[in-house]
């Protein structure tokens, strides 16, 4: 029998915080919230978005390959401490970001989306409470999307460019129509998982980030994990190493 030391009780708690019982991650954009996993980050609907801008597709998981630029894009939310420091260390290093914002932590923390276009970085919409949105009814899914984009628009003036469905990489058919009646032109998906909800460690979320990412690439990453402010100066580095920039998902699609 294994006798659980302090140390290993620590490292269980760590594990099931981002783990349930049935072994599926809870707290990630990707995560699902059921026993399967989760669906490949293309469609029907997102086929591969093509090198002109007018042809992208409506669910968006990846910018032309042929630009020499990445769109590191964050579930916004958590600690406010730890998404400050992130675009701060963004902004030493020249990058700008996209945030997609759960409106519950705007409510929270309304200053920080003024702070996040003031840094020249993208804020968009990651719905109002980050539940599992394709499993919703239609009007409460509706809800989820229009109470998220009135707060981005009474903060900021606009609902922002984007939406990115909560617990899923991507948009059911449902959800899309819905965000498109809202006013969002396309779903943004992404090809490149960090994993850094699963708290790796800051070495495992940079070597993930570096061994996927390409030209084009849009990368998943979350606010309110020490791991990935801790790994963000090393992905920076290395990106800037190979000669691709960290930009904004705006400018990396236009
Ligand atoms: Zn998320």
Known sequence: MVQVTPTHRRDLLRAGAALTAG??????????????????????MSPSPSASPNRLPFQVTHGPRAVAAVALTFHGQGDPALATRLLTTAEQ??????VL??????????ALARRILDGGHDLGNHTQRHISINAMAEADARKEITACAERLKRLTGSIGSWFRPSRAPTASPLVARLAAEAGYPHVLSYDVDSLDYTRPGAPAITRKVLAEVTGGSVVSMHFGYPDTVAALPAVLQELHRRGLRAVTTTELLS
Not at 101 to 110: E, I, R, T
């Open 23 to 44: 072994g599926t991650f809870v707290t990630g954009c990707g995560a699902t919230g059921t026993a399967t996993a989760a669906p490949p980050a293309t469609t029907p």
């Open 93 to 98: 290093h020249g990058a700008h970001l996209t």
């Open 101 to 110: 914002a759960v409106g519950s932590w705007l409510d929270a923390y309304p």
